[in-house]
């Protein structure tokens, strides 16, 4: 374990969007801003941004187009921060390319009982909807992460096995999809799962191409990591200050903390590039907007 | 990693001692037999009692005596559960040895300065404490368990390196210690040190009889564990509801959880025979009444 320790491994901030959108508190336009110029100052390269969902689903989100707005405006080096926003359709991408996203991220998941209770569609008509807007993102020049939820557990029973997790990866690269996010999305996954399914995703996909994102429900999401960075993963997704969880399976905690994964890389020699003392400011400073 | 899982492995339980130490509020000896016999009945077969430390040092474990009395007038089958107590000097083995304690536990550290503040004692000295309350102990068929605290990190800039770590177990098995518990008395481990330690343990000592000791000031106990478990490691110390800390340790959070650990165990497919449901109800009540 541990012998082949990457150089050098991309950290994708999902906070602002995944975190955030589990979070009952709305915050304003310009907290938003403020949260994500200080991941930005403290070293985090790769930001989930937002959602450019139909307006009234989440109401966190809802503001995607202003924030964009501000971002753009601000003096940022877009040469190496890359912006990323959730869509879910051809109006949503409509609105993305307006907001100069560099990467959209489209959705499923390995279950039909939990695609259905989160975008009321079973994993072939979510496919469907991903299809026409990866053809178009593609088009413009807009890079597509494809999301896999419950890859490791479902809470409502459904598929989570390493075949279905196979066959979904092999859609979404066909489709166009240039990163796929692995989902541990409530918690469930442990070493050897995690090792089983990588094992099997490497034997036909470039591991380069594979992001896990795991959830810390059972305080596993650290030793999940270390597991997937073992075989070979290099792109781990999480949330400044553990934001999130997920509206539709109960019981989940938020995402892996992004300052945990720093200190944690950081510990067994890995660069991040991130300044700690910087993240934990800009994580605590979230974390008491939201309980306020 | 995790190529070669054990089938078995061994947790030293070390809450009612190592754990409510560390607490302010002093649990009364009933209910701190209710603690032990509850974790008993959860499964937990190796438990740290308590400590025969002079009366006022440590207040939370004066009742030493007296709790031992009630576990040996319980209904407690001694061939499976093994009761320990730390000890610092032959008078308080002469008190342990009246209480029936199946092993003692004795102390030292890697590093000067944290051992004369925990002590009052340098390391050398420590170690000539030891010996005659080990030699006393080995003559009366009681086993001996070691710590080493600082061993992967000293709050005071103290020793930590691996070369005192060899030497100081050689020490201390030359003086008839059994069983020594390598401590991260601070949390300060990481997989990498961790590995490198019991790389360099395993060339001199047989991994049966090494234990270790992690803290979760960083949330970095269970990759330890796991990286720790992959060098060849089998007995782990964790305090139910992660309770303790260290107060000659600014900063230092409790041990480990044992419900954390045996939950991560249980998920690699490791059988630890503890029930995870009431081992968690058990960790609960404490921590209720300590927070009461």
Known sequence: MLENIPSKIKIVEVGPRDGLQNEKKILTTDQKFQFIMG??????????????????????LVDAPELFK????????????????????????EVAKGANVDEIAVFTATSDEFNKKNINASVDE?????????????????????YISTAFGCPYGGDSSTETLLKLCDQLVKIGVSEISVGDTIGMASPLIVKKHIRNLKKHF?????AMHFHDTNNMALVNV????????????????????????????????????????EQIGIKTGVNLTKLKIVAESVKSILSA
């Open 39 to 60: 991941l930005i100052d403290s070293g985090i390269t790769s930001i989930e941004v937002s959602s450019f969902v139909r307006a009234p689903k989440i109401p966190q």
């Open 70 to 93: 501000m971002l753009n405006e601000a003096k940022i080096d877009r040469r190496k921060i890359k912006f990323s926003a959730l869509v879910p359709n051809l109006k949503g991408l």
């Open 126 to 146: 979510s496919l469907g909807r991903i299809l026409p807007v990866c053809k178009e993102a593609i088009n413009c020049g807009i890079k597509v992460r494809g």
């Open 206 to 210: 470039d591991l380069k191409t594979i």
């Open 226 to 265: 270390m597991a997937a960075l073992d075989e070979g993963i290099t792109i781990f997704d999480s949330s400044a200050g553990g934001l999130g969880g997920c509206p539709y399976a109960k019981g989940a905690s938020g995402n892996v903390a992004t300052e945990q994964l720093v200190f944690f890389f």
